[in-house]
């Protein structure tokens, strides 16, 4: 075949091919067109899932007679107007494609009134090229009707009705959580399913409640961080409400929604050290930057972007949501003490629930890993003596994890907190200190070692011998001295200070059997915080241990001056809370 110009039919479908896959990706282009347009306001009909029937009206700034030919023709936008233009993309949509790709699949009417006209035009491709005078408020109404009636293949590959509509229900919803200021309503087959009113800056977490949850909302931590011209707001759902598959992770970019590798890589790596295996992390994340920084001419979808600066934005990313979530637990300051409980008719202060872990909480205290480190081993050493603790009386402010009352079974702490009382998992939670403390020694001057007075003997295969002599340096780096002796025979010399009381061969075996996994399959940095994760779990006291009094009040104040502290290091919670609230109700009380 000689090469030819094709038809401008023909490039509208293959234009479509890329933008339209389903009737989601015909309400896409709808709605963000009709949010460049500056509504505050916009109605989605839909019916049949949208393959009859799909049409959005908005109160936007409207068309006069004179532009709507041209939004049905091939690339002709008001967005962009030069090429310098690409580089400065703030709107939604920019390449003119959408109308005139669906109007090639599609039945098409496109119904207008700019405010300073007195009445609106419409506008239907397949039948005229002229718009008529049509009754029209200010604003938009585009129809789209019978969407792939024109290619019957395209209309196989679409799901049930019940699937399309899913898609266009989530489409909704991570429109509506990007742009809280305007107001949303969506039916299908007339029923109404959302009806979501605008909402100022001070309300938008009264959307993040309606569309994600109250659940969401009350697990998880504000954040609004900024650096380096960047800028991060938005919501943090905590370890604790991780979630088996990641259906709840919302990222916009200057209110652009994106599905960008980079943006999440960061944000799973700050989620880490903290997360429970095979779990997934919900968030609600706002990213703010100059629009010079970032390509979003990538791909026709638009959900895949380009950063000029990707490292910067990897790392303001993962350190910022690190951090947040660091000091969004137990590990705050003090909190006043509440007034006296009422009875059991009345209302209690700091109701509290159930979940594993606080509310967002100021920021911790200072110099929590700051101890010298022979206070550090008298802390952490197998007896875990402490100083004496101040008792409740001694002070008008109450810890936020409250003061000690008994131990149970040698698992558990029990205390008593300003708004009910905190139940402790004693080693999960001493896990977690020990390796924040070793993390601390690793990035300031490295792990403090204790040699051995006896070197402990271990008997291996060839294969995890030959592992220890090619990860040495990696073994220095976390503290552990240890070498080969035989073709199955490893000598232990040396382990961390603050790990001196543990069992030498079970965590020189552990350490293999993290080596083993995570060899060529994670980068060394992680490699290493996997192997103070595993050494920490060897530090820390063990179940069944009995503690004094004194004692258990000392792991109550570590844990408040600990970051991550509302996870062990292996994503488990640590503790968990029962307000007088939840309390009343187990009891019937007041009813």
Known sequence: MPIQRLAAELVNQIAAGEIIERPASVLKELLENALDAGAQSVQIDIEAGGLTLIRVRDD?????????????????????????????????GFRGEALPSIASVAALQITSRAAAESHGYCLTPSESATPAPAPHPPGTTVTVRDLFHAVPARRKFLRTERTELRHIQELVRRVALGRPEVGFALTH???RLLDLPALGPAAAERRVGELMGSGFVDASLRVDAEAAGLRLQGWLGLPTASRGQPDLQYVYLNGRMIRDRLVMQALRRAYSDVLFKDRYPAYLL???????????????????VRFRDSRLIFDFLHRQVERALAQ??????????????????????????????????????????????????????????PPAPEGPAATESVPRLGHAVAQIHGVYVLAESASGLILVDMHAAHERIVYERLKRQYLDDGVARQPLLMPVAVSVTPAEADLVEDS???????GLEVDRVGPEQLRLRGVPALLA???????LRD?????????????????????????????????????????????????ERTPNIDQCNHGRPTWVSLGMADLDRLFLRGR
């Not at 041209?70 to 310098?84: F, N, P, Q, R, Y």
């Not at 509290?352 to 606080?358: E, F, L, N, T």
Request: glycine share 10%.
């Open 60 to 92: 936007g700034r409207g068309m006069t007679a004179a532009d709507l030919p041209l939004a049905v023709e091939s690339h002709a936008t008001s967005k962009i107007g030069a090429l310098d233009d690409l580089e400065h993309i703030a709107t939604l």
């Open 189 to 191: 087959n007339g029923r």
């Open 286 to 304: 706002h990213l703010q930057m100059d629009p010079a920084r970032v390509d979003v001419n990538v791909h026709p979808t638009k959900h895949e």
């Open 328 to 385: 969004g637990g137990a590990s705050a300051a003090m909190v006043a003490s509440p007034e006296p409980a009422g009875s059991a008719d009345e209302p209690r202060p700091g109701g509290g629930s159930m979940s594993g872990a606080a509310p967002a909480a100021p920021a911790p205290q200072t110099g929590a890993l700051a101890l010298p480190l022979a206070e550090a081993r008298a802390v952490y050493s197998d007896t875990l003596t």
């Open 472 to 478: 040495q340096p990696l073994l220095e780096a976390v």
């Open 501 to 507: 009381q543990a069992d030498g061969e079970a965590l």
């Open 511 to 559: 350490v293999l059997a993290d080596l083993r996994v995570d060899r060529g399959a994670v980068a060394v940095e992680q490699r290493q915080q996997h192997l103070l994760a595993t050494m920490g779990c060897h530090g820390s006291v063990r179940a069944n241990r009995r503690l004094a009094l004194a004692e258990q009040e000392n792991l109550l104040r570590e844990m």
